[in-house]
């Protein structure tokens, strides 16, 4: 059973720090990984991708990847309170479906 | 266009009635894939086109859902008899497919089943 574990929260976090969202997973195979921002009402919305162990910063986004660890991880610069969702992260072996994990909501306090 | 399309956005129906949900993925995207979420839930997988290969059916929850698509381009997911637990976003996804690349979602379908 290929499973992608997140916290589900919420992850509170005042304005301006930084929030660490956190996701595993069990296919040791999986070789590509997405970070998902889903707005309350809305469709998820791709915001980073990784395909690549070490770190890939884009903006104020930076995802983290650990393949040995089977972990990956979005960090959020400065957070704003536009930035409260759930983000989802989601991995995938060859041209299998991503497997989705049930997300974690953040809260940007202002 | 652009990007994944679906409609209708928001559908009505009485419990009993079957029910068409439409989606255009991104040109070229070789790739479809069904998805519902609930209220307050998670993803739950549905079903995967990828090009002319048999479908994976493996996420439809019961022999009332069923889905189509033509070729490499529209998709319809049908749900017959409609029950009040289907009442859910039905969301359709499309990825480039064979050669890798980034997942993206239309906007979704409201299904209400009253």
């Known amino acids: 059973q290929k499973e992608v574990e997140q916290n589900s929260g919420p992850l509170s976090v005042p304005e301006g720090a930084i929030a660490s969202l956190n996701c595993t997973y069990s296919d040791r195979g999986s070789q590509s990984f997405f970070w998902y921002r889903q707005y309350s009402g809305k469709s998820p919305e791709l915001i980073m991708f990784i395909y690549s162990n070490g770190d890939k910063e884009d903006g104020r986004f930076t995802a983290q990847l650990n393949k040995a660890s089977q972990y990956v991880s979005l960090l959020i610069r400065d957070s704003q309170p536009s930035d409260s969702a759930t983000y989802l992260c989601a991995v995938i072996r060859g041209n299998t479906p991503l497997v989705f994990g049930k997300g974690t909501r953040l809260s940007v306090i202002a | 266009g652009a990007g994944v399309s679906q409609s209708p956005s928001n559908k009505v129906t009485e419990k009993g009635k079957d029910v068409e949900l439409r989606c255009d993925p991104i040109?070229?995207?070789?790739?479809l894939y069904w998805y519902r979420q609930r209220l307050g839930q998670g993803l739950e997988f549905l079903i995967y086109f990828q090009g002319n290969s048999a479908p994976d059916k493996s996420g439809l929850p019961s022999d009332r859902f069923s889905a189509e698509r033509t070729g490499e381009s529209v998709s319809t997911l049908t749900i017959q008899r409609t029950q009040q637990e289907d009442s859910a976003v039905y969301l359709c996804?499309?990825?480039?497919?064979?050669?890798?690349?980034?997942?993206?979602f239309g906007p979704g379908t409201r299904l209400t089943v009253t």
């Open positions: 040109s070229g995207h070789t790739a």
């Open positions: 996804a499309s990825r480039p497919g064979l050669a890798g690349g980034e997942q993206y």
